[in-house]
């Protein structure tokens, strides 16, 4: 039992948080946010000089060796800083799904790519009707000879607009909601018969409609077992959660300040209004809710190696219902607090407010999570 | 960073659950786990116990009987004797008036009072509340002048918990009143045997007997029993409520108290089909399962945090542990609730001695009390409101 930061750790939040510092004010945010695709190619280079975006792969595999807690200083500051940089969809989705069922040439191919900023991945996964659940796959994968082609739709793909590569996932056997028969296939920006409809999300990053009419994907492309793609998914999944709570901390730190430091500095009936006490109360609420969610934060990211899917996927459920409990409350109370210019778009506080509530919606909201809990039974055991 | 326990903190809870299955009396676990009160020879016995391994002040400085467990330690005994459940130590003693002793008291003070606190063969209680000064406690008016070689206690204390069977009090007791309120008060001893102390009962929603008004009437206490210095005993006070909040998260509580959620929503029924296959049902016990595993971490990072905190000066954020663990001890107590349903109804306080068989479920007939009985917790040890005003002023700078 240890809360501390290793030397090596300490640096890398230091130099993260230094470069974001000087880089990724407010201002120049909304500068990124204009860009064609919604982010900064040269902030990208940054973070493959700074090694960010080989962290999470093993050094065999062209990587730094990090692991769930270099991820969780890293997401954190992005959360702080409202990056909009493709990490989680090309390092930890795309990425985490290459390292885990890639082949050593599939591995070999992609990762180093990966890390020198080289090659951008999504991950597409939502079908039209499957909401949360990562089974329900009605986009087919047809084998033909030692290729599978590829037909659907595929919903809100984050970051799909400008990835290079998109890993989909597809039926290749089975029925719509059955656990087995999918597959995982890295299909081309440039494949025939893809089609990408790309727009901004609230949160100020962009998503694409994906359209898939017979796309082949050879050998090379498909990234393991074909019909065994679901385990795979999960625990990418699970590293994705971790990753967004810790992200999700972030930005209700950065909240929770901001409004605190504008109850000192408002002043109404001549006084600041921070010396009243129902606003004192409730800004003590956010902080309770904010530790909380930093606990679990925490929690999630030293639980996601558990070797046990069942238990994994339960731990990572819990912790995706406290952030999402605290991020609404901290986001809806940071703009109750500000008044009027928490409402305004210039302002930071709404972006935040913005970013949590879009986070709550990516890999399962609150409610789809504690169902988990509530099925899997036993979070709070005797040890 | 590392959340799983070394093997040495798992060999180390092994030992503190062996221990205790093989010390704690069979009747007297299942009597705490259906939820009644211990009586006071049961925490008489179980603290003598302890403090025969070793154990009975554990988080005490070595030098006065304390073990030299580190934090987690601490922690993980502590929770092991929630879970049992064994009778909760005596925390007037153990957890208040002992560290102010041993931190601010004489060397006679140390060598008379302390070895009977860790032997429980002194029965402490907590003269703090007054009828007229509840969260603005520095508003008491219980007055303790000297005259010749004693101190002359007038006044009345209230909310005296378990004082009906206490041997000594500790008194917060205003000493100057030509000050502002906060430096005009003494931490004083006092034996529940000296002419002038009358303790009345107050019976509580729950129907039980835990709480009394405590009165001073000329009440004639030897100088000696000053704690620290004259006019300093709100320093004192603020220190005891400090460590009073880092002990008041009861995740141990809380987590007992799930499982017999489990338990008994397995046997109770709802539209014929046992109450834990309802889908609502299980959902509002994982929501509160969820904010428990956060609260368990947020209090182990707290006592992470204490190791390089100046001694001494509790964390303010251990205010969180008050708010989030008082709201989960009474969220669990109201599922037990509703897993009994119209069992609740029932209204037959504890006779000691009766044998009459319980009217409806036996499991049933503590919940209801309990239910009301925790309220309390929101209430003591500064109320979840003076604990925002905390958050609001120490910790955010409001």
Redesign the interface.
Known sequence: ??????EE?QLLKDSVEGFLSDTYDFESRKKIAALPGGWSPEVWAKFAELGLLGLPFAEDDGGFGGGA?ETMLLAESFGKHLVLEPYLATVILGGGVVKRAGSAAQKAEHIAAIAEGARTFALATTDRHSRYDMFDVTTTAKKDGASYVLDGEKAVVVHGGTADRIIVSARSAGSRRDRGGIGLFIVAADAEGLIRRSSPTQDGTHAAEITLSGVRVDADGILGDPEGGLPVLEAVADEAIAALCAEAVGAMSELTDLT?DY??QRKQFGVPI??F?A???R???M??AL??????A??A???ASTEDATERRALAS?AK??IGRSAKFIGQQGIQLHGGIGMTMEYKAGHYFKRLTMIDTLFGDADHH??Q???Y?Q??S?? | ??????DE??AF?KEVRAFIDAKLPKALREKLAAGHHPTRDDIVFWQKTLNDKGWGVAHWPVPYGGTGWDA?KQYIFLEEMM?APSPPPLAFGTSMVGPVIYTFGSEAQKKRFLPRIASLDDWWCQGFSEPGAGSDLAGLKTKAEKVGDHWVINGQKTWTTLGQYADWIFVLARTDASVKKQEGISFILVDMKSPGITVKPIQTIDGGHEVNEVFFDDVKVPLENLVGQENKGWDYAKFLLGNERTGIARVGIS?QR??KI?EMAAIEQRAGRPLIED?RF??K???V??????????Q??VI??EKKREKGKPDP?S??LK??GSELQQATTELLMEVIGPHAAPFAPEEPGSNEPPIGPEWAQTIAPTYFNVRKVSIYGGSN?I???I???A????
């Open positions: 039992m240890d809360f501390d930061l290793s750790q807690v605190v109850l000192k921070g010396g006490q606003l004192q109360h800004a003590a609420e902080f309770v530790e909380q969610a930093r606990s679990m925490m929690f990211a030293m639980t819990a219902v406290q504690l169902a809990v509530a099925d039974g979070l709070v005797t040890a | 960073m590392e959340l799983r326990f070394t903190e798992i809870r987690v879970m987590k799930i499982r489990k889908q299980r959902e016990i994982a929501e399962e969820i904010e428990l595993k956060a609260l368990e971490i947020t182990l990072r992470a945090g954020a205010s969180v708010i989030k409101e604990q925002k005003n958050i609001a002023k910790v955010l700078g409001l």
